[in-house]
């Protein structure tokens, strides 16, 4: 990547305890391959709703950056399995998505079935069985978990390095995790 290349790290942040249909903060932080922040944009999704996918899109046209080049999220069930569909996502912003999480796991089945029944877990299972699947590298000593569209698995791997300059969080998702929370906090305080 070139230094002067952007991305949108998009992360989600609910404190308190998460009932369905409350609203959570969502950031997007522009960060240039240089790390330097280039920008900040907010927004909101309903804890377990259906809305990610939109509420990301909202996020992307409100910021109104051609020069972002890829987007980043955290994970693909933020808001307590509020799934945005990466497909639907990359075709409606117009440009590569990779999503990234930290912990191995056996994935969302088992958990949506535990969570949700009847329509809304049909649903969600018909949004999560279309996405692609999960990839596991090695960053800086510590593996990252991606899925994404737009990008192969050397893009991904590339990127994803190039934005890790120690630890294992992009750049990207570190600095929208920490906007969102701050955030979050500001809204709990008003």
Do not use: K
């Not at 409350?22 to 790390?35: E, F, K, M, Q, Y």
């Not at 069930?77 to 117009?94: C, G, K, M, Q, S």
């Not at 949506?112 to 800086?140: G, H, K, T």
């Amino acid at each position: 990547m070139r230094s002067g290349s952007r991305v949108l790290g998009i992360a989600e942040s609910y404190r308190g305890e998460r009932s369905s249909g409350d609203p959570s903060t969502l950031a997007g932080a522009v960060v240039r391959a240089d790390r330097v922040v280039d920008g900040f944009v907010f927004g909101s999704l309903t804890v377990g709703g259906l809305d990610g996918c939109d509420a990301v899109c909202e996020l992307c046209f409100e910021l109104d950056r051609q020069d972002v080049q890829y987007l980043l999220l955290a994970g693909i069930a933020p808001a307590w399995f509020n799934l945005v569909d990466l497909h639907e996502l990359t075709e409606r912003v117009d440009r590569p998505v990779c999503a990234v999480s930290f912990e191995e796991s056996a994935g969302l089945e088992t958990p949506l079935r535990e969570a949700f029944s009847d329509d809304a877990l049909e649903c969600r299972l018909a949004i999560y069985e279309r996405q692609p699947p999960r990839e596991r590298i090695e960053v800086n000593d510590e593996a990252l978990f991606w899925r994404g569209v737009g990008l192969d698995s050397g893009e991904a791997r590339e990127l994803l390095r190039a934005l890790t300059p120690e630890g294992g969080r992009p750049e990207p998702l570190r600095v929208a995790r920490l906007a969102a929370r701050a955030a979050d906090r500001f809204r709990e305080d008003l």
